[in-house]
């Protein structure tokens, strides 16, 4: 028989002893643009026991004995699909604008309801939800036994989970799980060998009096991504890493040196396990970052290089606050007056650093009131502003903080008409000033002085 690139060959060995399912030898296959039937190149295609990525004309080649493959390429929906043939895989296109839904919030069916109308209602289609907070705690059931033992199952705010997100699949909402992973008050006080220690041996809190697991520790790593897998499990789109770095502070004791090469080496040993071990599941990953690391080369004493972290995710999610840039940026001085600006050129250096096209990036942006400056609410004009550089920059969506999860209809709906960019060298020069000093910590994003 005459093999054509799209053709699946399959051998059965059905009742033959030793065989208790089907045998599949080679796929053949493609894949495409389900909207434009554009054939794509880089879309990874894997099963139990082999893995590919499709060509530049979209075929691929799988040799395995699995009756499913999972098929994600950063800026479609991730899908699981049965084998059979022809295979021609359709991938749908997908760009996420989110809100947040918090912890607490996650409490209140009303709060619930609330962001899924305003969601419906301005053409909003994603929902970024909590699902381990910076204290520790779990929002649904775990079987993680290490949770239970350490109490982070006191207080669930999602005892329905599995129910919501039935619930938000039918309304065609992607659903993206927020794990903090290093700041973890719970784990580190009652696993005292698994923190972050003062010089002294004592345990060491931040500003917000939460103290912090240990980034070097493999056993801290594996508990949170036991608890991104359930959550892969549950059928979340994407799975969102936070506080995924080092305390900005260097008096600290850790199992390890505090070098930059370890720190740096760390944080990427996280997320490339987290990635290898989700990637049975039909999940996007990504990582949450500090806005001015979009401008920096080096990690920053937080173990975060730009260039490293995007080889282990498949979206980098800088937090662009204007209000987390109190020195300004180079050319904007007073980042209020040039939100559009600051969102642009944050995520043209994030490029020039990385080498990625723009859908790598989806960025965070701010919906909450101004903290370093004039103390302004941030409303419809602030906010599109924002909104509207992330588009005209081909990023992968965007995503509205704010950490009660406050959000209005008059903040959302106006629309803002997307003016011409005005850019201005972005290079840092001789005397500009540093990026971020400022801590804010109770909104996930700003750079901590401790």
């Known amino acids: 028989m005459k093999l054509h690139h799209w053709i699946l060959i399959v051998t059965l060995l059905i009742g033959l002893p030793g065989h208790a399912t089907a045998e599949l030898e080679y796929i053949f296959g493609t894949v495409q643009d389900a909207q434009t039937g554009a054939l794509l190149n880089g879309a990874e295609l894997r099963t139990v026991d082999d893995y590919t990525f499709s060509t530049a004309n979209g075929s691929f080649q799988l040799q395995s004995g699995d009756a499913e493959i999972v098929v994600r390429l950063p800026g479609y929906l991730p899908q699981k699909i049965s ?5 021609h895989l359709k991938m749908q296109p997908f760009t996420p604008k989110a809100l947040y839904l918090s912890y607490w919030a996650a409490d209140s069916k009303d709060r619930r309801n609330q962001l899924q109308q305003l969601i419906n209602e301005t053409g909003m289609n994603a929902l970024v939800i909590d699902l381990k907070s910076s204290r520790g705690d779990i929002a649904f059931r775990s079987q993680s036994s290490l949770a239970r033992s350490v109490g982070a199952q006191k207080v669930r705010t999602l005892k329905d989970l599995p129910e919501l997100l039935s619930e938000l699949k039918r309304q065609g909402i992607y659903t993206i799980g927020r794990i903090v992973v290093f ?3 719970t784990l580190s006080r009652h696993r005292r060998d698994l923190a972050v220690h003062t010089l002294d041996g004592y345990l060491w809190e931040d500003r917000e009096k939460i103290s912090w697991a240990d980034p070097f520790n493999s056993e801290v790593w594996d508990y949170n991504i036991s608890i991104a897998k359930e959550a892969a499990a549950l ?3 994407e ?6 770095r ?10 390890q040196e505090n070098t930059g090469e370890n720190r740096v080496t760390a944080i990427n040993g996280f997320l490339r396990r987290a990635k290898q071990q989700l990637a049975a599941y039909p999940v996007m990953t990504s990582a949450n970052i500090f806005g001015y690391i979009c401008w920096k080369h080096k990690d920053q ?6 260039v490293d ?3 282990h995710v498949d979206y980098l999610s800088p937090m662009l606050y204007p209000s987390g840039f109190p020195h300004g940026v180079p050319g904007y001085k007073n980042p209020l ?5 600051v969102i642009a050129h944050s995520l043209e250096k994030a490029g020039e650093l990385t080498g990625l096209p723009s859908i790598r990036f989806r960025p965070w942006l701010q919906a909450f009131r101004d903290y370093a400056f004039d103390r302004r609410s941030f409303t419809a004009n602030e906010i599109h502003a924002q909104i509207n550089a992330s588009d005209a920059s081909g990023s992968h969506g965007w995503m509205l903080w704010n950490a009660a999860s406050r959000f209005s209809l008059a903040g959302l709906q106006q629309e803002i008409p997307l003016g011409e960019l005005n850019l201005v060298d972005a290079s840092p020069k001789a005397g500009d000033s540093t990026i971020l000093t400022k801590s804010a910590d109770r909104n996930h994003g700003y750079f901590p002085m401790m």
Do not use: W
């Not at 004493?301 to 730009?306: V, W, Y």
């Open 183 to 185: 700041k973890d008050a």
């Open 235 to 237: 059928g979340f789109d």
């Open 337 to 341: 007056e040039h939100s559009y600006e």
């Open 246 to 255: 080092f305390p900005a502070k260097s008096d600290l004791i850790f199992s």
């Open 301 to 306: 004493k937080i173990g975060q290089r730009l």
């Open 239 to 244: 799975i969102q890493f936070d506080y995924i």
């Open 309 to 311: 972290l995007a080889e």
């Open 83 to 87: 084998v059979e043939f022809p295979l």
